[in-house]
């Protein structure tokens, strides 16, 4: 079994920005890929960014592309979303997670998920 716990979600103003951490622990070489999804309030939950396991991959959804980075520290079990430049477009739930999907942007496809991390943005 694999826990995922995201941080760092808050209150920001807009262009501002904000660093999530999700951190795992359990059976670590079950969860080669680690990903970001949110979901607004009403909609459903979309693809953020992903890295694999060697942090030589990543990748992003292309509402975030050159703001958002997704970097990851095997040492310590964690994985981050870097998140620049936000907008109120960015308020939502970000949710970690982890697996093996074969097509990366695909929530259905991952195995384990935190219980999301609330991140609101005043415009």
């Known amino acids: 079994q694999v826990q995922l716990v995201e941080s760092g979600g808050g209150l920001v103003q807009a262009g501002g920005s904000l660093r999530l951490s999700c951190a795992a622990s359990?059976?670590?070489?079950?969860?080669?890929?680690m990903g970001w999804f949110r979901q607004a309030p009403g909609k459903e939950r979309l693809f953020v960014a992903a890295?694999?396991?060697?942090?030589?991959?990543?990748s992003y959804a292309d509402s975030v592309k050159g703001r958002f980075t997704i970097p990851r520290d095997n040492a310590k079990n964690e994985v981050y979303l870097q998140m620049n430049s936000l907008t109120a477009e960015d308020t939502a739930v970000y949710y970690c997670a982890g697996g093996a999907p074969r097509t990366w942007s695909v929530y259905g496809q991952y195995d384990y998920w935190g219980q999301g991390t609330q991140v609101t943005v005043s415009s």
């Open positions: 359990g059976r670590t070489f079950s969860r080669p890929l």
């Open positions: 890295i694999n396991l060697s942090g030589t991959i990543t």
